[in-house]
């Protein structure tokens, strides 16, 4: 299974560059396999359909059978995609993650804490300008502390 974290849809419903580049870092990383199984994640956001839908019609045109890919629409935030995908495939199955380098550290953790078997397919190249990408790793570096407590209290109390 590989589970490719959403990002933002564009204006007019397409996708943005870094959400373009997680489908073709996942469908690249899947040529490994004989029958991989896709699981994009994501909500709809403000514009266009859910970022799972369009990871999906953008994985078909890479030639991905309709079969091998399964929709996860609920997921608002990082965390609350790998709840979804926790309830989804229940707690014990291994999962390679899709996405941003600067986001694999915090998507693999919560997985972990999860009980899911989390490895990491390599991320695709930057996306974003220099500043913007420091923006995002710093971003990381709140969120990763913030919703590893989140994480450890939904382990604790059983509510994965």
């Given amino acids: 299974m590989i589970v490719i974290f959403g990002a933002a849809v564009r204006p007019g419903g397409g996708p943005s560059l870094t959400l373009r580049h997680r489908v073709e870092a996942a469908a690249t990383f899947g040529t490994r396999f004989s029958a991989p199984l896709y699981l994009p994640t994501g909500a709809k956001g403000r514009y266009g359909a859910s970022e799972a839908s369009v990871m999906a019609q953008l ?3 890479m030639g991905v059978p309709r079969e091998r890919i399964l929709l996860e629409e609920t997921g608002t935030d990082t965390l609350s995609s790998v709840r979804a995908v926790v309830r989804l495939l229940g707690g014990d199955a291994p999962v390679y993650v899709a996405t941003s380098g600067y986001h694999l550290p915090r998507c693999r953790m919560l997985l972990r804490l999860a009980g899911i078997a989390a490895r990491a397919c390599p991320p695709p190249p930057a996306s974003t300008g220099f500043w913007q990408r420091w923006y995002w790793r710093f971003r990381e570096v709140a969120a990763i502390p913030y919703d590893a407590v989140l ?5 604790l109390r059983g509510r994965w």
Avoid: K, Y
């Avoid at 994480?151 to 382990?155: E, N, P």
């Fill in 151 to 155: 994480g450890v209290v939904l382990r």
């Fill in 59 to 61: 994985l078909r045109g």
